[in-house]
Structure formats: structure tokens, C-alpha cells
């Protein structure tokens, strides 16, 4: 699933594939009592301490995917989604009449890693047919400057754009509402926004994204089709995780 991300910009790969599973019909709502949720325990971690600032660190693509949630770590209920899973020629791009929506439409459209990424790893898994599709990933950064500076660049994307045109091959344009959200209060100076079909043919489909630091290492989840919560525990068992693996070897 690479619509946003792999890097939350990866929203366009997440909304793809929702629009494979629906067709080009509007999506139904899921049924509550059939869709697994995601959730983690409450630690006694504070959520949203500050890093504490070192020198470069130089992370793999194979030491970043290890931090990653994996199957095992979620509820039943759920699959994983394999890029080979996705089908040929059902690509979507964002575009936006005013300038003011440049930024924000240059990350939804980045291909899955984000700006200045040195490492990347992405994991995406599925509740079913009618959702919840979970876009995972990590971005190795080198430095928690580097991620605050692409967070506080990526936060103020969102807030000067209000609606953006996702395009499907082979489907209408869609209108899609940009929205800010609380953010989960999991790891470094997080924040959230959310994706919202207004008009055209996918009107009603919602996507929802997170972004958090991890001291060098910037973590994205974003989730298609799901439902009120899930976005925080996603985010705080994929921040739990990750910070416990990266601290071995950062």
C-alpha cells in the first residue's frame, strides 16, 4: 500500500488501496463487530519527551525494518500487504489550483520515502475487504534536527493547504478536504492531519495520518478506512516498538 506512506506522504498509496478493494463504488462504512482495531497498552513513558541531540546517526534499511511493527504484533484479524499486492496501472496523484498547496501536494506525491531520507523501511497490513488498511514506515534522518525541521515543514504544509484533487487512473477526480488533527501524544513533537473526500467519486473516504519523532529517525503511520482511536494505539505500539529496537543500536 504506498499511498502515503510510506512516508504519510504516502497518502496516495494508502487511498490506493481502498479504491482496488471498493471499486468505483463510494466505500462502506465498516461493520464495527467484524473489524479488527489496534491498540496498546498505556506505559508509564511520558509520550512526547524532547530528544535529546547527538551527533549523525547511520541507520539501515534492514535495522529500521526490524523496529517496524510487525503481523505478530497486531490483533487477529489482520494481514500484511505486500507491494506485489498492489495492482499495475491504478496509480493516484495530487495536485491543487493555489500555490499555497505546493508543498503538501509535493509530499503526497513523493514516492514513499520522505525528503532527505537516508534509510527507509514500510510495512502495511490490512483489517479486510472493507478496512482498516495501516501504512507503516521509518525514515532515517540522521540527526532529531533534521526531523524536527521536516516535521515543522511538513505541519505547516497542512496548515496552508485546506483541499487538494487526488487523480486515479482510470476514475474521476476526487476533491479531498485537508484537516488538522490532535496528534497522538507518542514520541517527539508529533501531529496528525486527516484526508477527506468532499466530492467527486470517493466522496466519504477518509484517510488519517500521524507523524512522530523518534529521536534521528521520523516515524509515519497512516490509516484508510478506519475507525475513531485507531490512530492512537497504532501509533503508540509502532512508536513503543520502534524506540525500544532503535535505542540498541542508534
Keep these: 500500500m504506498k499511498l502515503a506512506s510510506s512516508f504519510p ?19 462502506d462504512a465498516a461493520a464495527p463487530s467484524s473489524t479488527p482495531s489496534v491498540s496498546a497498552t498505556p506505559t508509564e513513558s511520558t509520550p512526547t519527551d524532547q530528544p535529546t541531540e547527538t551527533g549523525p546517526v547511520k541507520r539501515t534499511e534492514a535495522e529500521l525494518a526490524k523496529a517496524l511493527l510487525e503481523l505478530k504484533d497486531l490483533p487477529s484479524g489482520f494481514s500484511e500487504e505486500k507491494e506485489d499486492d498492489e495492482p499495475a496501472g491504478q496509480s ?21 520515502e520522505a525528503p532527505e531520507s537516508k534509510a527507509s523501511a514500510q510495512r502495511s497490513f490490512t483489517g479486510g475487504q472493507e478496512g482498516p488498511y495501516i501504512d507503516f514506515s521509518l525514515d532515517s534522518l540522521r540527526t532529531s534536527a533534521a526531523v524536527r525541521e521536516l516535521q515543522t515543514s511538513y505541519r505547516q504544509a497542512v496548515t496552508d493547504c485546506k483541499k487538494v484533487t487526488m487523480r486515479t487512473a482510470g476514475a474521476n477526480s476526487t476533491q479531498m478536504e485537508v484537516s488538522e488533527l490532535t496528534a497522538p501524544t507518542f514520541g517527539e513533537s508529533p501531529f496528525a492531519f486527516r484526508l477527506t473526500g468532499v466530492s467527486g467519486p470517493k466522496q466519504g473516504l477518509e484517510y488519517v495520518a500521524a507523524i512522530t519523532g523518534i529521536g534521528d529517525v521520523l516515524l509515519s503511520v497512516g490509516i484508510l478506512a478506519g475507525q475513531q482511536g485507531e490512530l492512537d494505539g497504532a501509533t503508540e505500539a509502532a512508536v513503543e516498538k520502534a524506540r525500544t529496537i532503535l535505542a540498541k543500536t542508534g
Design 92 to 112: 493516484s496523484t495530487f495536485s491543487a489550483p493555489t500555490s499555497k498547496c505546493k508543498a503538501l501536494v509535493k509530499y503526497l506525491n513523493s514516492d514513499g
Design 9 to 27: 506522504l504516502v497518502v496516495a498509496a494508502a487511498v490506493l488501496l481502498t479504491l482496488t478493494a471498493c471499486g468505483e463504488d463510494q466505500p
